[in-house]
């Protein structure tokens, strides 16, 4: 078999798992051609981990050489969310496959180019919503899909992220809605791609309320936290437990603290500086094609992370409740808790998942989770072969098309328009597809 042929542009983080598969589990279908960044000293770090392989770098502005020269069969979107549709369009635009982190995109003018080179192109994009993939949620979709409920009537979704986790959104470029469209745009785009997943149904309208509650500079001083450094490694580890040393990790230390010097980019800036244009609060109302309605929030600022949704149905509810980390200690290096460990845990609140089923006039009763090995119960395993081998039998619909990029990231705008104009929004009244 003739291995694929794949670039990737943005070798930030996101980009390893992408990197790991196809030098690693991956390498027999799929090899890496071509690394682009904004920043030389990134893509230094990730050829030099690639080696023995000698991979060409391109600067950013050479992203149309690369393709040139290394001639990919398809390109892996892993940079900053707002050029997202940069790459994907002009990758598009020369018949080539993609495949894009989550977010698709940010604002409904580049979910239209995005649209445009779709509809002329001769290859796919395809969005990668690994939360899909994750046994408990895929539990969720089988079930609903097989009418154990009846018809879904409204859904609950709360999402927490720690002061851990959800802070990190505020230390990076995430926290100018210009580079992320915010967490409505760059993380409850996965929360919203699972609701309209789980329910097989299309959002209609959407009405938000949010706004910033407790990170950055006014809040701080109303809080009484007096001045701040501009940066969180100029606190004190020992009374700050937002301080973050990059040097104590050595993928931070090659990726960002090394590579400063490149483009002044400083990935450890103070949640409680200025400059924040982000919501940390957020709750939106969503309606859907079907009848079913959506209430969702999301905090940023929460002592545990995890996530909790409600069905209610025709015939019953059903209920799932995942804590993916317990509490947060102070001075904490952990940024994505559902990769680490909270060591000792609380019986209060054991990490883990549980799914409830509860007919009418029944019991309930608790549905077994099958747990298998790897990211998010085994499910990025599923993703990486659905993205790199032949997909497999799939009744339930886990690989995600620009259908549903457009979808979960129409969700997200529509939420920010309706913050700004204080109104509901509908989704129609972009103009752009939301179905087939």
């Given at each position: 078999?003739?291995?694929?042929?794949?670039?990737?542009?943005?070798t930030?983080?996101r980009?390893?798992?992408?990197?790991?598969?196809l030098?690693?589990?991956?390498?027999?279908v799929?090899?890496?051609?071509?690394?682009?960044d904004?920043?030389?000293?990134r893509?230094?770090?990730?050829?030099?981990?690639?080696?023995?392989?000698?991979?060409?770098t391109?600067?950013?502005?050479?992203?149309?050489?690369?393709?040139?020269?290394?001639?990919?069969?398809?390109?892996?979107?892993?940079?900053?969310?707002?050029t997202?549709?940069?790459y994907?369009?002009?990758?598009?635009d020369?018949?080539l496959?993609?495949?894009?982190?989550?977010?698709?995109?940010?604002?409904?003018?580049?979910?239209?180019?995005?649209?445009?080179s779709v509809?002329?192109?001769?290859?796919?994009?395809?969005?990668t919503?690994?939360y899909?993939?994750?046994?408990?949620?895929?539990?969720?979709?089988?079930?609903?899909?097989?009418?154990?409920?009846g018809?879904?009537?409204?859904?609950?979704?709360?999402?927490?992220?720690?002061?851990?986790?959800?802070?990190?959104?505020?230390?990076?470029?995430?926290?100018?809605?210009?580079n992320?469209?915010g967490?409505?745009?760059?993380k409850?785009?996965h929360?919203?791609?699972?609701?309209?997943?789980?329910?097989?149904?299309?959002?209609?309208?959407?009405y938000?309320?949010?706004?910033?509650?407790?990170?950055?500079?006014?809040?701080a001083?109303a809080?009484?936290?007096?001045?701040?450094?501009?940066?969180?490694r100029?606190?004190?580890?020992?009374?700050?437990?937002?301080?973050?040393d990059?040097?104590?990790?050595?993928?931070?230390?090659?990726?960002?603290?090394?590579a400063?010097?490149?483009?002044?980019?400083?990935r450890?800036?103070?949640?409680?500086?200025?400059?924040?244009?982000?919501?940390d609060?957020?709750?939106?109302?969503?309606?859907?094609?079907?009848?079913?309605?959506?209430t969702?929030?999301?905090?940023?600022?929460?002592p545990?992370?995890?996530?909790?949704?409600?069905?209610?149905g025709?015939?019953?509810?059903?209920?799932?409740?995942?804590?993916?980390?317990a509490?947060?200690?102070?001075?904490?290096?952990?940024?994505?808790?559902?990769a680490?460990?909270?060591?000792?845990?609380?019986?209060?609140?054991?990490?883990?998942?549980?799914?409830l089923?509860?007919?009418?006039?029944?019991?309930?009763?608790?549905?077994e989770?099958?747990?298998?090995?790897?990211?998010?119960?085994?499910?990025?395993?599923?993703?990486?072969?659905d993205?790199?081998?032949?997909?497999?039998?799939?009744?339930?619909?886990?690989?995600?098309?620009?259908?549903?990029?457009?979808?979960?990231?129409?969700?997200?705008?529509?939420?920010n328009?309706?913050?700004?104009?204080?109104?509901?929004?509908?989704?129609?009244?972009?103009?752009?597809?939301?179905?087939?």
């Open positions: 078999m003739t291995r694929k042929k794949y670039a990737l542009v943005g930030g983080s980009a390893r798992m992408y990197l790991k598969a030098t690693e589990s991956h390498a027999d799929g090899e890496i051609v071509g690394l682009c904004t920043n030389p000293v893509l230094a770090y990730h050829a030099e981990q690639l080696k023995p392989a000698e991979v060409p391109y600067a950013a502005a050479d992203f149309a050489a690369m393709l040139d020269e290394q001639r990919p069969d398809c390109v892996i979107v892993t940079s900053m969310d707002v997202h549709s940069d994907i369009c002009a990758a598009l020369r018949g496959d993609v495949i894009t982190e989550k977010p698709m995109t940010t604002t409904a003018e580049r979910i239209a180019s995005i649209v445009e509809g002329k192109s001769s290859g796919t994009l395809t969005v919503f690994n899909r993939y994750s046994p408990r949620n895929s539990i969720i979709r089988q079930l609903i899909a097989a009418g154990e409920i018809t879904v009537t409204a859904v609950h979704f709360e999402w927490l992220l720690n002061t851990a986790h959800g802070a990190d959104y505020f230390r990076r470029w995430h926290r100018e809605k210009q992320s469209g967490l409505l745009v760059h409850s785009t929360h919203f791609d699972l609701a309209n997943w789980w329910l097989g149904e299309v959002p209609e309208s959407v938000a309320r949010g706004g910033l509650r407790y990170y950055g500079a006014e809040n001083a809080r009484g936290l007096g001045p701040r450094p501009a940066l969180s100029d606190t004190d580890p020992a009374t700050d437990p937002f301080h973050i990059l040097a104590a990790n050595e993928t931070n230390r090659r990726l960002y603290l090394e400063e010097q490149a483009d002044g980019y400083h450890d800036q103070d949640v409680f500086a200025p400059g924040i244009t982000i919501e609060n957020l709750s939106l109302l969503v309606g859907y094609s079907g009848g079913a309605h959506l969702y929030n999301l905090t940023a600022h929460a545990w992370e995890g996530y909790r949704v409600g069905f209610t025709t015939a019953g509810r059903l209920e799932l409740e995942v804590v993916e980390s509490w947060v200690r102070p001075a904490t290096t952990t940024i994505d808790p559902s680490n460990d909270d060591g000792e845990q609380a019986a209060v609140r054991p990490k883990g998942a549980r799914i089923l509860q007919k009418h006039w029944e019991q309930a009763r608790e549905v989770i099958p747990t298998g090995t790897g990211g998010h119960g085994g499910g990025d395993v599923k993703l990486l072969d993205l790199f081998r032949e997909p497999a039998e799939d009744p339930l619909g886990h690989k995600a098309g620009y259908l549903d990029g457009v979808r979960s990231v129409l969700v997200g705008v529509s939420g328009k309706s913050l700004e104009t204080g109104l509901p929004v509908r989704l129609a009244d972009f103009g752009l597809p939301l179905e087939a």
